[in-house]
RNA sequence: GGGCGAGUAGCUCAAUUGGAUAGAGCACCGGCCUUCUAAGCCGGGGGUUACAGGUUCGAUCCCUGUCUCGCCUACCA
């Protein structure tokens, strides 16, 4: 598991559990946490009772139709064997022993043995519903269980890193996928109750940013005044073609081009050009890195507000300027060295060079005892940066690989300084995260940045003496219990040397509670590069997808995607909502492709390569965040037409029950007007409350398992089971009355679940559509 | 060579982490707007879960081997 935060009941597992089971009459999702509980509590007491039998874990499971029960026990089948009796049998005996110890007064109404030995165990629906229409049972979810609560008060912080994407061009797919995902993580943290700071690392001091610096100044030969003319220019989103980050984006790419032209002599000429501008912007105090400074600034801002254009913010940025010029790595360093974690190298090819053994190899102890503790958050992936890819480097130089010799010095390890003495990019990264857990002993200064309509985004800055550098007031960033780093699956290597490195210096918790959130790229399809205009070669278009590659300026621009989103919406909602304002139609088309976007970027799994498609990314049938959006303006709609809200709805229903105070504790006693009995022969209505129960679990396996996917898939399924239960009831022209305030509640449980899952995930719900 | 990931319906993806008949969307075929919005609903065809063994009461999931694909494996960042 990647996740080794506030460690919390995950899905159906349920190990033993010291001190008493919440109180069952508690509200909502919290009471159907407790009958899981309660339940798997009671089996382990009498298999202990009845066969001294103790297990490890009591799995929980649905039944495959709902009408069979809400909970089935597979338990069965572990004992048949140790008790030499069929499944089947022992179920029989076990789900007696169950009736008795559970009664419907406890909310349980029957327990059954079913199919070839499975328990299936039916809840009192009418008290379950109850207490999800109940007020209140709305700050649950911020409120999630005892564990979390602890964690909040002690203001332990998590710290998300998401975004990270080099100044020196354009916002992409690739980079959207990494800040929805990341943005959606910092949401459900936040929806279960933990503290979160949001980070968005920026390298401005890399080559990528030299590569455009390189541009302007060599190969344009720009002067620092014509510079700011055109940040000047094209620093408005508006701007479009002329904005300065699609500027960079072509320039980056005839650089990278550039570098590759002329003879070898030229090339070489060319490339140390590179590398002495490089320099120049890392040592800061010149010309060049004034305009790399001024170049990287103007792109971020464009980045930040593209994000906010999908309701992405950030609270801090560092920058790697400052982690240089503060000498975070001088500290670093240090403790490295005092710690063995690095040794220097005397022979070898990495002669010179600081080392440190790569996380994996098997000769080191704590590799293994990575592996064994940690394995799957290794495996699962951590976070991770914009890197370009090998192809992506006009200048690879294949490494020499010679055959192993056992007697040599350590061939494969990791160099962290090179032998002139400069440090590497997982150097840096290593002080930096040694900041991140507040192990370094060095802070960055802070001033702001970018101002939110609810909060202001902080950036890195050198202590300096000037009252425009280093605000005295600001907040407290790093120093968290946890992290998480978004960032793509390419980059797992590097990201586990940090890891490896956090270990061998002793700070085991730190390493614990670091996850690289990991993902896999967007990449286009074949047809969707030809589209763009790219010409593939014969082996390319039977790929089921082509890399986008920033060097050669091939790939999809976010606010390109956004536009045409937004435009093709826009042609929707006009035909649908002509007597909407101009504004009003702009809103909620804007609303439906953010919602499109959103979705269409969570709903595959991290593991999955995203193989990016107009047709699909442009389509609001089926799967998609517009189809629930869809839902919950159709439920919205129903309450507008009655004339009531839904918080009345369910009021309703819970007065109504109110007047049939046996209902719950006898609900064989069904009379025609008690609208929650009726939920007991409901199975085409009860789904829907159900879904709302298991809310909390969902959120809570989507973090223990870092995968948004999961809830994603929850409010799609959601939304189809009110579609089904919208087109088979007719709500508004119901004559029975108590079934028409059952109709109702139902549609007000859905739109509050719909919303409230869609807000998880970033995706707002229109006035109309 | 080593590490990681992937291989499931024509296509794109799921599968409660070992459970009941492997599910959705798209595409295709056929139905449903005089009723709360058809961005919707219902039905249909579609599967040897890459292959071969193994463990298990039970395997898409775990183990071994094989095949295919991708990424990573730099004194780049």
New binding site residues.
């Given amino acids: 598991m990647p996740l080794k935060l506030p460690r919390q009941p995950t899905?159906?597992?349920h190990p033993p559990r010291p001190g008493k089971p919440e109180n069952p009459q508690s509200r909502g999702p919290t009471l159907y946490r407790a009958l899981q509980q309660q339940l798997t509590e009671t089996v382990r007491a009498i298999l202990d009772a009845s066969w001294h039998i103790q297990l490890t874990e009591i799995?929980l499971?649905?039944?495959?139709d709902l009408a069979?029960g809400e909970f089935?026990l597979?338990v069965a089948?572990?004992l048949?064997?140790r008790l030499r009796k069929a499944?089947r049998q022992i179920a029989a005996e076990l789900a007696e022993k169950l009736a008795a110890a559970l009664t419907p007064a406890d909310g349980f109404l029957a327990f059954e043995a079913?199919?070839?030995g499975?328990i299936?165990v039916r809840l009192d629906r009418a008290r379950l519903a109850a207490a999800l229409a109940a007020p209140v049972a709305e700050s649950d979810a911020t409120r999630p269980d005892s564990q979390s609560r602890s964690q909040s008060r002690t203001q332990s912080r998590i710290l998300v890193e998401h975004t990270s994407i080099?100044p020196n061009k354009a916002a992409h797919v690739g980079h959207l996928r990494n800040a929805i995902l990341g943005d959606t993580l910092v949401r459900i943290l936040r929806a279960a109750g933990h503290l979160v700071d949001v980070q968005n690392y920026i390298?401005n001091?890399?080559?990528?940013v030299a590569d455009v610096i390189v541009g302007f100044l060599h190969l344009e030969g720009k002067t620092r005044a014509e510079i700011d003319a055109l940040i000047a220019a094209g620093s408005s989103p508006s701007a479009r073609e002329d904005r300065f980050d699609y500027l960079c984006w072509n320039l980056y790419a005839r650089v990278s081009h550039w570098y590759t032209e002329g003879d070898a002599d030229e090339q070489a000429r060319r490339k140390s050009l590179r590398y002495q501008t490089?320099h120049a912007i890392e040592q800061g105090g010149n010309e060049t890195a004034l305009v790399a400074d001024r170049v990287s600034t103007a792109i971020l801002r464009l980045h930040l507000v593209t994000m906010q254009r999908l309701g992405i913010t950030y609270d801090f940025l560092p920058r790697?300027s400052e982690i240089l010029h503060l000498h975070f790595w001088d500290r670093a360093f240090e403790l490295l060295k005092a710690s063995g974690v690095l040794y220097h190298e005397t022979s070898g090819?990495?002669?010179?060079?600081w080392v440190m053994t790569r996380a994996?190899t098997s000769s080191t102890e704590a590799s293994s005892a990575e592996d064994s503790s940690a394995g799957n958050a290794?495996?699962d992936?951590e976070p991770a940066r914009e890197?370009?890819?090998?192809?992506d480097?006009p200048d690879?130089?294949a490494?020499d690989r010679s055959a192993p010799d056992p007697s040599a010095p350590d061939e494969?390890a990791k160099?962290i300084v090179?032998?002139?003495g400069?440090v590497?990019?997982?150097g840096k990264d290593i002080a930096y995260h040694l900041w991140k857990f507040g192990l370094l002993g060095v802070d960055f200064a802070y001033r702001r940045f970018f101002d939110y309509p609810d909060h202001t985004c902080w950036i890195s800055s050198m202590d300096g003496e000037s009252n425009t550098e280093g605000e005295a007031s600001h907040p407290r960033f790093g120093g968290a219990a946890a992290i998480y780093n978004v960032i793509d699956?390419?980059?797992?290597?590097?990201q586990a040397n940090v890891i490896q490195a956090l270990r061998g210096m002793g700070h085991t918790e730190a390493a614990d509670h670091y996850t690289h959130f990991s993902y896999?790229m967007v990449a286009l399809t074949p047809r969707c590069a030809q589209e763009l205009g790219y010409t593939l070669a014969e082996e390319d278009r039977s790929r089921?997808w082509i890399?986008v590659s920033g060097r050669k300026g091939f790939g999809v621009k976010a606010d390109d995607l956004l536009d045409k989103l937004t435009a093709a919406?826009r042609a929707?909602?006009d035909a649908?909502q002509p007597d909407r304002s101009e504004s009003e139609r702009q809103r909620i088309a804007t609303q439906?492709a953010i919602g499109a976007l959103r979705y269409f970027m969570l709903?595959?799994?991290r593991?999955?390569?995203?193989?990016f498609d107009f047709r699909?990314a442009l389509?609001?049938?089926?799967?998609t965040g517009?189809?629930v959006q869809?839902t919950a303006?159709?439920a919205r709609?129903?309450f507008r037409?009655a004339g009531i809200t839904p918080e009345a709805a369910l009021e309703a229903m819970l007065s109504n029950a109110a007047t049939h105070p046996d209902a719950a504790a006898q609900p064989d006693a069904v009379t025609p007007d008690n609208a929650l009995a009726l939920l007991a022969e409901a199975n085409d209505i009860w789904p829907i409350w159900l879904r709302a129960a298991r809310r909390h679990q969902t959120l809570t396996?989507a973090i223990s398992?870092a995968?948004p996917?999961?809830l994603a898939?929850h409010v799609?399924q959601l939304a189809?089971e009110f579609?089904?239960f919208?087109?088979k009831?007719?709500?508004?022209?119901e004559e029975d009355p108590a079934r028409k305030t059952l109709l109702l509640a139902t549609a007000a449980i859905a739109l509050r679940e719909l919303t409230q899952l869609l807000d998880w995930l970033g995706v707002e719900v229109p006035e109309?559509?």
Wanted: aromatic content about 8%.
């Fill in positions: 899905r159906t597992r799995v499971e649905q039944p495959p069979l089935a597979p089948f572990e048949a064997r499944p079913a199919g070839a499975y299936n080099n390298d001091t890399g080559v990528q490089l790697e090819k990495n002669s010179g060079c994996g290794a495996a992936g890197q370009p890819s090998a192809s480097l690879t130089a490494p494969d160099v090179r032998s002139n400069t590497t990019y997982v699956s390419r980059q797992s290597d590097p896999e089921p890399e919406t929707e909602v649908r439906i709903k595959f799994t593991g999955s390569v995203i193989a699909d389509s609001f049938e089926g799967e517009p189809y869809y303006v159709r709609n129903i037409k396996s398992t995968e996917a999961t898939r799609f189809q579609n089904n919208y087109h009831h007719h709500i508004l022209t109309a559509m």
